[in-house]
């Protein structure tokens, strides 16, 4: 187990008709600018539910927060946030609004003269931020108890995401019953991003830190569970409420406490799909993550036959077998779970997308891999896998 410090400082309140705690969770007397999207959240009754609970306070709103938040958009909400003076942000919606909220936070403090872009363009660390509080409506991303962030920039066509300490939320809310609303397609996005958070970090831990990788195989386990029963019982709330809290401690750092490495290669390459092509990000993961464990697979040869035992429950006479299976039952769930998994069926041409990503991760110089020697050889490799 190698050295770590965990601290996750965010506030989780979950559960039914939790809402109303705001007025207690807000600190008293601060303004408050109410970000949302494209209005789902009025909707379902939860715009209500914060109007009514922040009724004693100073609130004003932003909205029309797009998936894949944008730049252009984030730095309209952090000038309105900065002429308003608002002093405490607070985000309801999914890993987008939560997203641009940190972004918002940040870029309402930046030096007017500075463009805040270079915190993830240049990795600048972030000096200050907003202090922000959530209600999550798409449980999925675990942007609710992280401090990450993923900004698309509309003029250069990047997808780049930054992190910082300061963008923890101070609180989160969680009610199952904000999900009942959630369009079966983003139901099905968000259980395939919570496995894929698990499995870039757990891909690389075999034998470093058992009690960490035994929490992966939990959340694994209890995802494949639980997933299929709330896609034919999209109405049961127990199965709502259990996604709900695997995909918040999918990425909430402590998954990655004592392991050596972690491995977010299918992240980034399915961010880059996401930009140029449009495709959720779950569904970019769904296409990227089986190629980049078949390209990896003697690399990761240890966590993959861990994982066809302990998960899959496979018996196959030799490893290779073993951890060949593991990446096609992946590739099974994630169909199951109603994505598509390959290039093609998206109609993307495998070979300009991997120059696309190979050009732009090159400029960046980006490298992938849990050794970060990934370059453009096996990118390129990586997409003929997918294709
Ligand atoms: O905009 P509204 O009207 O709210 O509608 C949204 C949106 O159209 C809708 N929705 C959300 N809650 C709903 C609902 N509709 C009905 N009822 C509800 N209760 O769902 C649509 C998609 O929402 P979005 O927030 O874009 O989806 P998701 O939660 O999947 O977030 C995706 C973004 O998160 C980033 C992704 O890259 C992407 O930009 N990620 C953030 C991470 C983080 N901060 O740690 C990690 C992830 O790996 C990911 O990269
Ligand atoms: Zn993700």
């Not at 399915?270 to 140029?276: C, D, F, K, V």
């Not at 990000?281 to 990227?288: D, E, G, K, T």
Request: proline residues 5%; contains cysteine.
């Amino acid at each position: 187990m190698i050295n770590f410090t965990y601290h996750n400082p965010v506030k989780i309140v979950f559960g039914k008709g939790t809402i109303p705690e705001l007025k207690d969770l807000v600190p008293s007397g601060h303004k408050v600018m109410l970000l949302y999207g494209g209005g789902s959240i009025k909707q379902n009754g939860v715009y209500d539910q914060i109007r009514n609970a922040l009724s004693e306070f100073d609130v004003t709103e932003f909205s029309g927060i797009e998936p894949n938040p944008r730049y252009e958009t984030c730095m309209r909400a952090a000038a309105q946030a900065k002429e308003q003076k608002a002093q405490f942000l607070l985000a309801a919606g999914g890993g987008s609004v939560m997203d641009a909220a940190k972004f918002i936070a940040v870029a309402a403090l930046y030096d007017e003269a500075v463009d805040p872009w270079e915190i993830m363009e240049h990795r600048k660390p972030v000096a200050a931020a907003l202090p922000i509080g959530m209600v999550v409506t798409l449980p999925g991303t675990g942007s609710e108890m992280n401090s990450f962030s993923v900004i698309s920039r509309e003029s250069s066509g990047e997808k780049l995401a930054f992190g910082s300490p300061h963008c923890y939320p101070k609180f989160s809310i969680l009610d199952p019953e904000t999900t009942f609303s959630i369009p079966m397609r983003q139901v099905e996005n968000g259980i395939v991003d919570t496995f894929a958070h698990v499995m870039e970090q757990y891909m690389c831990a075999a034998g470093s830190a058992p009690l960490t990788e035994r929490q992966a195989e939990a959340l694994l386990l209890t995802v494949i569970e639980q997933a299929p029963k709330l896609l034919a019982n999209p109405k049961d709330y127990e199965l709502r409420a259990n996604l709900m809290w695997c995909a918040t401690i999918a990425l909430n750092g402590s998954l990655g406490c004592g392991v050596e490495t972690e491995d977010w290669s299918s992240h980034m390459l399915g961010h880059e799909l996401t930009a140029r092509y449009g495709l959720d990000h779950a569904r970019s993961l769904a296409v990227m993550m089986p190629a980049v464990h078949r390209h990896q697979l003697k690399r990761k040869l240890p966590r993959l036959v861990q994982c066809a035992a302990r998960v899959w429950n496979i018996s196959a006479i030799n490893d290779l077998v073993r951890a060949d299976k593991a990446v096609d039952r992946m590739e099974e769930f994630f169909r199951q779970t109603g994505m598509s998994t390959r290039l093609y069926e998206y109609k993307i041409d495998a070979n300009e997308a991997a120059d696309i990503t190979v050009e732009r991760l090159s400029k960046r110089g980006v490298m992938l891999g849990e050794n970060g020697d990934l370059g453009p050889k096996e990118i390129r490799e990586i997409f003929m896998l997918a294709k």
